[in-house]
């Protein structure tokens, strides 16, 4: 069974930087697809950002040049966000797909003040 933790969301103000982390822990393969999605109160889920292991990355438009995510091995994966604004405000969500499936983590807040 994969688990998925996610750390690292909170309160900021506009134009400030955070970064998130998830963590992954159970039966994971090398090969696998890590990345963020996002939802804000009364929104769908929408994907931000998404890389495989030392292999192509991917970004919404919304936050290309602002955000950037990296992993350093098969269990993790880092968002760094820049420039915020309150359009970024949301749930953060983690994810990891693999051979078994997707698994979700239970997501952080992320306020952006304005």
């Known amino acids: 069974q994969v688990q998925l933790v996610e750390s690292g969301g909170g309160l900021v103000q506009a134009g400030g930087s955070l970064t998130l982390s998830c963590a992954a822990s159970g039966n994971i393969a090398e090969i696998n697809l890590m990345g963020w999605y996002r939802q804000a109160p009364g929104m769908e889920r929408d994907f931000v950002a998404r890389?495989?292991?030392?292999?192509?990355t991917h970004y919404a438009d919304s936050v290309k040049g602002r955000f950037t995510i990296s992993r350093d091995n098969a269990k993790t994966v880092s968002l760094q966000m820049n420039s915020l604004n309150a359009e970024d405000t949301a749930v953060y969500y983690c994810?990891?797909?693999?051979?078994?499936?997707?698994?979700w983590g239970q997501g952080t807040q992320v306020t952006v003040s304005s």
């Open positions: 994810f990891l797909q693999q051979f078994g499936g997707v698994t």
């Open positions: 890389a495989v292991l030392r292999g192509a």
